[in-house]
């Protein structure tokens, strides 16, 4: 499918594998590793994640700790469980929902935007962002999402930050089938850079 932005998958991981726990806010990386994060988000059009994260984390997704441009927020919530309060919601950047559902939260802030796609498929969401002027984005879901587009090859870059530090359980990092081309520490940390080997463009 080329009509989609360039997909960058981003996660940080305990040295054990894991990349959180369930319903638990985990902070791993050092901050010199937040702050690259945030230089990111600055480059690229859009940050997607799913309710879970929201509901765990409440991000704001916005590039407070960099200059730059804060991308468009892309949240995947198809059965609305997000309420006006989460940090997404309020007007430092722009949001669209994707969601499954029509009756849309009346108090919502008016830089949201909800969708429903024709059909409820990472595919036609990609689709739909392309449509719209999205060229690139990262995509920071949880568990879930990220191996939902590691399983549909659809992503074109990863980028893997791996702390010193072990969870000794909890939600499993995704598995990618291909070697990093790239790596650099970061004080503590380690950066792995991944291409897609089937990646079309």
């Known amino acids: 499918m080329l009509d989609k932005p360039f997909i960058i998958l981003k996660y940080a991981k305990s040295i054990d594998n894991y990349i959180g726990q369930k319903n638990k806010s985990i ?35 916005t590039t407070r700790f960099n200059f730059g441009s804060n991308p468009l927020r892309v949240v995947l919530d198809s059965q609305l469980k997000l ?20 009756n849309i939260h009346p108090k919502t802030k008016n830089e949201t935007k909800y ?52 969870l000794f359980v909890g939600l499993k990092a995704p598995e990618l089938n291909c070697e990093p081309i790239k790596e650099f520490k970061i004080l503590t940390d380690t950066l792995q850079i991944y291409s897609n080997p089937k990646s079309i463009r």
Request: positive net charge; without cysteine.
């Open 115 to 166: 969708v429903v796609p024709n059909n409820w498929t990472l595919e036609e969401m990609m689709f739909s962002l392309h449509s719209q002027g999205i060229r690139s984005i990262i995509i920071e879901g949880g568990q879930k999402i990220l191996n939902s587009f590691v399983a549909n090859d659809l992503w074109d870059e990863a980028r893997i930050l791996t702390a010193k530090k072990e």
């Open 83 to 102: 309420g006006v309060n989460n940090y997404v919601f309020n007007n430092e950047a722009k949001t669209i929902v994707f969601t499954k559902k029509n």
């Open 27 to 61: 902070w791993l990386t050092n901050n010199f590793s937040k702050r690259l994060v945030h230089k990111w988000r600055s480059e690229v059009d859009a940050i997607l994640v799913g309710s879970g994260t929201v509901l765990s984390d409440n991000p704001k997704l």
